[in-house]
């Protein structure tokens, strides 16, 4: 069979057909697949250029931090890299596990905790061992791509799945009132805590409320909120006074921990049933100790540590007031994730933009387009860390000035 013939299964990869099918033609390492160099850190090198960088979710400074640093050290010289071989059910754990899990329920005020490798994998995991096939499943618009193929993932049915608009709570309520017209088993709403690309934080409240008033439970991704928000970083729930009515709490390491990896938490014996019907669990080699030592370590850290996510929010709250002081349009963001709408379309526009911000400006953002947001939406997606310095927000805010003078006129 030839690639060029249009029944062979090759034949779109030869087209560049797919997502990002744009941007992937240039495959330059420049606008698709950039590669930053150096320590991890609000400045790192692109392209042999020292860049201020507001691409890499270190919202609290701990990439490279000496504790983790030093216990994964120990455990490389004690265990190497791979300890403990296997599956979590066969013989991949270890009470170092344990422990860590033991650490992370009560973080999230929950009574247990089951880890993950990947945060992606996680949400999969956690939606496709709760759902059973008389139950619904209903998710934001909006949310993050896990959700959304682990809600199609979990399920056959017509209606199994469904979907409201944005923070939406007359629909979402709309929804809840026809499947419970008619029900057959459990409702699993799912919502990401604070939405990773526009910085909105979920109304948790309300979806609480409506959750209750129609006997539904709720998954919390709270991938961008833990260790940020609420007065001792446990999140999105504890910002909003609803973390004890979150049925199950779920978070990535990707993020403030800087590490890899995921949890979920919540009452003990729906934490059992997910240990035991989750197919990432029982189908994937565990996380090995050298991680869920290191992130164990690091959990200390985020809660000796309050001043780390003050001093983000002081950098959040100056960069936020002066990005809307210059009349830029940030959205409806109530977290640090700082996204800047650009009234620019087309390509070409936002390479432009893209390519002055680093090249004249030395200044690293990304941005993000379809089919990470909704078509037709272009922003630059700023996400400080508390390593950041008011003269870098000064600099990045002087940097889109021009800008947006001079894309706006070009283009
Ligand atoms: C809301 C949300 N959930 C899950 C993930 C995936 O986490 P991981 O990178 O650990 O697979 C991300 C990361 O982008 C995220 O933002």
């Given at each position: 069979?030839?690639?060029?013939?249009?029944?062979?299964?090759?034949?779109?990869?030869?087209q560049?057909?797919?997502?990002?099918s744009?941007?992937?033609?240039?495959?330059d390492?420049?606008?698709?697949?950039?590669?930053?160099?150096?320590?991890?850190?609000?400045?790192?090198?692109?392209?042999?250029?020292?860049?201020?960088?507001?691409?890499?979710?270190?919202?609290?400074?701990?990439?490279?931090?000496?504790?983790?640093?030093?216990?994964?050290?120990?455990?490389?010289?004690?265990?190497?890299?791979a300890?403990?071989?296997?599956?979590?059910?066969m013989?991949?754990?270890?009470?170092?596990?344990?422990?860590?899990?033991?650490?992370?329920?009560?973080?999230?005020?929950?009574?247990?905790?089951?880890?993950?490798?990947?945060?992606?994998?996680?949400?999969?995991?956690?939606i496709t061992?709760?759902?059973?096939?008389?139950?619904?499943?209903?998710?934001?618009?909006?949310?993050?791509?896990?959700?959304?193929?682990?809600?199609?993932?979990?399920?056959?049915?017509?209606?199994?799945?469904?979907?409201?608009?944005?923070?939406?709570?007359?629909?979402?309520?709309?929804?809840?009132?026809?499947?419970?017209?008619?029900?057959?088993?459990?409702?699993?709403?799912?919502?990401?805590?604070?939405?990773?690309?526009?910085?909105?934080?979920?109304?948790?409240?309300?979806?609480?409320?409506?959750k209750?008033?129609?006997?539904?439970?709720?998954?919390?991704?709270d991938?961008?909120?833990?260790?940020i928000?609420?007065?001792t970083?446990?999140?999105?729930?504890?910002?909003?006074?609803?973390?004890?009515?979150?049925?199950?709490?779920?978070?990535?390491?990707?993020?403030?921990?800087?590490?890899?990896?995921?949890?979920?938490?919540?009452?003990?014996?729906?934490?059992?049933?997910?240990?035991?019907n989750?197919?990432?669990?029982?189908?994937a080699?565990?996380?090995?100790?050298i991680?869920?030592?290191?992130?164990?370590?690091?959990?200390?850290?985020?809660?000796r540590?309050?001043?780390?996510?003050?001093?983000?929010?002081?950098?959040?709250?100056?960069?936020q007031?002066?990005?809307?002081?210059?009349?830029?349009?940030i959205g409806?963001?109530?977290?640090?994730?700082?996204?800047?709408?650009?009234?620019?379309?087309g390509l070409?526009?936002?390479?432009?933009?893209?390519?002055?911000?680093?090249?004249?400006?030395?200044?690293?953002?990304?941005?993000?387009?379809?089919?990470?947001?909704?078509?037709?939406?272009?922003?630059?997606?700023?996400v400080?860390?508390?390593?950041?310095?008011?003269?870098?927000v000064?600099?990045t805010?002087?940097?889109?000035?021009?800008?947006?003078?001079?894309?706006?006129?070009?283009?």
């Open positions: 069979m030839q690639a060029s013939d249009p029944c062979d299964l090759f034949h779109k990869c030869y560049k057909e797919g997502l990002f744009n941007v992937r033609e240039g495959k390492n420049y606008y698709a697949q950039p590669i930053l160099e150096g320590p991890l850190g609000p400045h790192m090198t692109f392209n042999g250029q020292k860049m201020i960088v507001w691409s890499i979710n270190d919202y609290l400074g701990l990439a490279g931090h000496p504790e983790p640093t030093a216990r994964a050290k120990e455990v490389l010289e004690a265990f190497g890299t300890y403990p071989m296997g599956a979590r059910l013989s991949g754990f270890t009470q170092n596990h344990q422990t860590f899990e033991a650490k992370l329920a009560k973080f999230a005020q929950k009574e247990s905790a089951l880890l993950f490798n990947y945060g992606y994998l996680g949400v999969l995991g956690v061992s709760i759902m059973g096939p008389r139950d619904t499943v209903i998710i934001d618009h909006d949310s993050h791509a896990c959700i959304v193929d682990g809600a199609k993932l979990a399920t056959t049915r017509r209606n199994q799945f469904r979907v409201f608009r944005h923070n939406d709570m007359d629909h979402l309520e709309k929804i809840l009132k026809s499947i419970n017209q008619d029900r057959k088993g459990g409702i699993l709403i799912v919502t990401d805590g604070i939405y990773g690309m526009t910085g909105e934080v979920a109304p948790l409240k309300e979806i609480c409320a409506l209750e008033k129609y006997n539904a439970r709720l998954l919390v991704d991938a961008h909120g833990i260790g928000m609420g007065a970083g446990r999140g999105t729930g504890e910002h909003l006074g609803v973390q004890d009515k979150i049925d199950l709490y779920f978070s990535t390491f990707a993020k403030c921990f800087a590490g890899i990896g995921g949890f979920v938490a919540g009452d003990k014996e729906i934490i059992e049933h997910i240990t035991w989750a197919r990432p669990v029982i189908f080699k565990n996380l090995p100790l991680y869920s030592d290191s992130l164990s370590a690091t959990l200390d850290v985020i809660e540590e309050p001043e780390r996510r003050e001093k983000l929010w002081e950098i959040a709250t100056y960069m007031r002066r990005f809307k002081e210059e009349g830029f349009d409806n963001t109530t977290s640090p994730i700082t996204p800047v709408f650009l009234s620019i379309s070409e526009a936002i390479k432009d933009a893209i390519h002055i911000l680093r090249e004249e400006f030395h200044i690293f953002a990304s941005g993000v387009m379809y089919p990470v947001v909704p078509r037709g939406v272009f922003l630059l997606r700023l400080p860390s508390c390593r950041h310095t008011f003269d870098d000064n600099k805010i002087e940097a889109f000035i021009q800008i947006k003078e001079r894309i706006i006129k070009k283009h």
